[in-house]
């Protein structure tokens, strides 16, 4: 179970107004008596099972908020809260009001009743925690990605102009400087052989050259994604789904 909404002020509050809804609705079928009758014998019953709510929770629960709690425990602690309720309810109608016995009646309805409304609203406000709390994990998660997307741009960025760089200011000069150093070699020449040699060397040169300046061209081409644009949008659970 959840541990700290296994029992809470919100949830056990939440609960109240169909325990007391549904006590009154018993009693007025039992004939207690009148309607002021039936509304202290069930704020009876109601105030003494919240007092052992109270100290069942401290005792059998009191790790709650720090980890998770046993299944059959919170259902021992949410169904004898009702078992509590519906004997409390029993003993003040026969021995203050004076009115006959139905204690099985009470006592089964109050077990099944408020046992119930207990684990619901457990269940209820749990899982709504739960959600809120995967909800800002994703929450977290979707800015980490947008920062490392907006740092691996200005990386790409980076990157792209080195290479850019290191093409024009280094390899192009030193290609441009082997191309005249060709020419000049194949002028001072003493034999067709050695020119003919030299002509190759500045003919693979001038490829080059003009293959370089292909792939600077290419690199001003490259288009890198925007981080602005490309937003990591992870779709947050409905409070209402899963429950």
Same mark, same amino acid.
């Given at each position: 179970m959840t541990g700290r909404w296994v029992v809470s002020l919100p949830s056990v509050t939440a609960c109240l107004p169909f325990i007391f809804f549904f006590a009154l609705e018993r009693e007025n079928g039992l004939d207690l008596g009148s309607f002021a009758d039936q509304l202290m014998a069930v704020s009876? #019953? =109601?105030?003494?099972? /919240?007092?052992?709510?109270?100290?069942?929770? !401290?005792?059998?629960?009191?790790?709650? %908020?720090?980890?998770?709690?046993s299944l059959s425990i919170s259902l021992f602690v949410w169904f004898s809260?009702?078992?509590?309720? #519906? =004997?409390?309810?029993? /003993?003040?109608?026969?021995?203050?009001?004076? !009115?006959?016995?139905?204690?099985?009646? %009470?006592?089964?309805?109050?077990?099944?009743?408020?046992?119930?409304?207990?684990?619901?609203?457990?269940?209820?406000?749990?899982?709504?925690n739960k959600i809120r709390n995967e909800n800002s994990a994703l929450k977290q998660l979707d800015q980490l990605l947008n920062v490392d997307s907006r740092e691996l741009s200005a990386t790409q960025i980076e990157a792209k102009d080195s290479a850019r760089n290191h093409l024009k200011d280094a390899l192009l000069p030193k290609i441009s400087q082997m191309q005249d150093l060709a020419?000049?070699?194949?002028?001072?020449?003493?034999?067709?052989?050695?020119?003919?040699?030299?002509?190759?060397?500045?003919?693979?040169?001038r490829n080059l050259y003009i293959e370089i300046e292909s792939i600077l061209e290419q690199i001003e081409k490259t288009e890198l994604p925007d981080s602005d644009n490309r937003r990591f949008d992870l779709t947050q659970i409905k409070l209402m789904s899963g429950i």
């Open positions: 009876a #019953g =109601v105030l003494v099972a /919240l007092l052992y709510l109270y100290f069942a929770q !401290a005792i059998f629960l009191s790790t709650r %908020r720090s980890r998770k709690q809260t009702g078992y509590i309720q #519906g =004997v409390v309810t029993d /003993l003040y109608a026969h021995q203050v009001l004076n !009115a006959n016995s139905h204690a099985v009646t %009470r006592l089964w309805s109050s077990f099944f009743t408020t046992g119930l409304s207990l684990a619901l609203a457990a269940y209820w406000f749990g899982t709504i020419l000049e070699l194949k002028e001072s020449a003493p034999s067709a052989t050695t020119q003919t040699t030299f002509d190759e060397i500045e003919s693979q040169a």
